[in-house]
């Protein structure tokens, strides 16, 4: 017998999934991790029944997130990723012939929950020998890491709720600036301006106050019932809005949604969006 899925957002928005079946209940000290299949998007991954990701549509998320920044600059050679557990953004990143993908994950069961019942998100990345996995915190990692160790960091948090709330924060953004090199890229998912208004005008505004180049980004992710998703890209050394010519490579050919257009286009703010970054700025 089906049953349906609910996430509720903050009592004012409900998206519902029929499931199928319940592949995978997991309580972990940091989170409740659930796997059911879904007769619309496939398998699907959710979070403290937050949906996070699912075979069917992934790829949007997940090819967002990462080919902006990498395309960004030439030559980007070590990449750390915090959060990302369930392998979707390492396989995008080992796409580019980087020589070291660094992932920082909290919550070690997200990893092998995903390793068992995604398989297909993660793929071959969990075998790459350029990904070495940290079960760490990532807070704790960018505090401590060197300066200038990294070419781009990509921070793949769910919502700023519960593990993931100490993710947003100006401290944290600034201890990200100190690790990257002077031409790197700072890249994370920037929730809705639609339906998380006021949380996506903060992000702009907190990352505004750490990095020169801050531009936010936009494409659908049909899984988040909110029409339109965000990623902010920011760099105190390049303007992100325009690939390299090595963006247009064989290596980006299986990608599903981006492109060198698709990234251009990307960076086009409508106008009630370009209010709210107006009014950030003025802040």
């Given at each position: 017998m089906s049953l349906w899925f609910e996430e509720n957002w903050n009592n004012t928005v409900r998206f519902a999934l029929r499931a199928e079946r319940t592949v995978a209940r997991v309580q972990s000290p940091f989170q409740r991790i659930e796997v059911f299949d879904s007769a619309a998007f496939g398998r699907v991954l959710a979070l403290d029944s937050i949906l996070m990701t699912s075979e069917r549509d992934e790829f949007f998320y997940h090819e967002m997130i990462a080919h902006p920044a990498l395309t960004a600059i030439d030559a980007p050679r070590d990449v750390l990723i915090i959060g990302g557990g369930d392998g979707g953004t390492a396989r995008e990143v080992l796409r580019h012939p980087v020589e070291r993908v660094t992932m920082v994950e909290i919550d070690a069961a997200v990893i092998e929950v995903c390793k068992a019942h995604l398989p297909a998100i993660g793929g071959a990345a969990w075998q790459d020998p350029r990904l070495e996995v940290n079960v760490a915190d990532g807070i704790a990692f960018a505090?401590?890491?060197?300066?200038?160790?990294?070419?781009?960091?990509?921070?793949?948090?769910?919502?700023?709720?519960?593990?993931?709330?100490?993710?947003?924060?100006?401290?944290?953004?600034?201890?990200?600036?100190?690790?990257?090199?002077?031409?790197?890229?700072?890249?994370?998912?920037?929730?809705?301006?639609?339906?998380?208004?006021?949380?996506?005008?903060?992000?702009?505004?907190?990352?505004?106050?750490?990095?020169?180049?801050?531009?936010?980004?936009?494409?659908p992710v049909p899984l988040y019932s909110t029409g339109v998703w965000s990623w902010s890209v920011a760099s105190d050394g390049v303007d992100p809005r325009r690939p390299r010519a090595h963006g247009a490579g064989t290596a980006l050919a299986p990608c599903k949604y981006y492109t060198p257009d698709i990234h251009r286009a990307a960076f086009l703010v409508p106008p009630y969006a370009q209010r709210l970054i107006e009014t950030a700025d003025a802040a």
């Amino acid at each position: 017998m089906s049953l349906w899925f609910e996430e509720n957002w903050n009592n004012t928005v409900r998206f519902a999934l029929r499931a199928e079946r319940t592949v995978a209940r997991v309580q972990s000290p940091f989170q409740r991790i659930e796997v059911f299949d879904s007769a619309a998007f496939g398998r699907v991954l959710a979070l403290d029944s937050i949906l996070m990701t699912s075979e069917r549509d992934e790829f949007f998320y997940h090819e967002m997130i990462a080919h902006p920044a990498l395309t960004a600059i030439d030559a980007p050679r070590d990449v750390l990723i915090i959060g990302g557990g369930d392998g979707g953004t390492a396989r995008e990143v080992l796409r580019h012939p980087v020589e070291r993908v660094t992932m920082v994950e909290i919550d070690a069961a997200v990893i092998e929950v995903c390793k068992a019942h995604l398989p297909a998100i993660g793929g071959a990345a969990w075998q790459d020998p350029r990904l070495e996995v940290n079960v760490a915190d990532g807070i704790a990692f960018a505090k401590a890491a060197a300066p200038d160790s990294f070419d781009v960091v990509i921070l793949d948090g769910a919502d700023p709720v519960g593990p993931s709330a100490p993710l947003f924060n100006e401290a944290f953004y600034g201890d990200i600036r100190r690790i990257l090199r002077p031409h790197g890229v700072f890249s994370l998912q920037s929730e809705s301006p639609m339906l998380t208004t006021e949380l996506w005008r903060s992000t702009q505004l907190r990352l505004r106050r750490v990095f020169r180049n801050v531009y936010p980004c936009f494409a659908p992710v049909p899984l988040y019932s909110t029409g339109v998703w965000s990623w902010s890209v920011a760099s105190d050394g390049v303007d992100p809005r325009r690939p390299r010519a090595h963006g247009a490579g064989t290596a980006l050919a299986p990608c599903k949604y981006y492109t060198p257009d698709i990234h251009r286009a990307a960076f086009l703010v409508p106008p009630y969006a370009q209010r709210l970054i107006e009014t950030a700025d003025a802040a």
